[in-house]
């Protein structure tokens, strides 16, 4: 008799909760429904787009490309004029021999422990045989230059890249790179030293050294500036995060299987 009462009230309850549902709160629910699928929508597509803060973006680089284009490049152009190509080139492996000291350290964050006793390798064979990295001795003997970043290390662990940042005077960041030049920074021999007016000037030369070498680079933009420069340095972050692993699909459909082309 009570499972039978039981199933009385719950049919009774049924009916009660389907007759209290009006078309009012029918459509308040339907609502609520194509709200929150709207929402997601709109969080997926700012997840997937690159560069969703582009607007504030292109007026920051609007700012720096004149700043560079009337301050910077004449500097640069000089600096590449009045200085010899050997001269010009053995400054430059000079700076890159110092990122060494970041590279190493971010080999070994990221457990490339061969990589890490090549790259000290070769850190100290420039800066003892290449005269502080003035020469770079240690390509021709086997020692192949690698760039670890503290951004590529974030990625390495599976952190996104984060939307696209332009910075006034600095230029082009993702948002994880942003925090990994903030902490390499810390390893930045140029930036640690105590003594002002040298800090100053070897920074002041290494942006134009880095400047100069830029001007070969820029004859192949085309298009719009901005996009071009854009998704140039967003590519070849992923390359380096990547450590060069390029993903192709080009035509992964009709080659997939070595098989089929013995068969032809």
Known sequence: MLP?????????????????QTPQEDGDARFWEVWNAYIVELVEQELSTPDPWEPLNRKIFAFNDFADRYALTPVAKTYQFITPDPLEAGIGNMFSNLFEITTILNDL??????QAASDAGRFLLNSTVGLLGLFDVATPVGLEKHEEDFGQTLGYWGMGSGPYIVVPIIGSYTLRDGVGAYIDSYSDYVTDLNHIPTRNQLWLMRNIDNRARLFAAEELITGDRYTFIRDAYLQRREYLVNDGVVVDSFGEEDWDDEGDWDEE
Do not use: N, R
């Open 109 to 114: 964050l990221q457990l490339k422990f061969g």
């Open 4 to 20: 039978l009462l039981l199933s009385l009230l719950l049919l009774l309850s049924t009916v009660a909760t389907a007759e209290a």
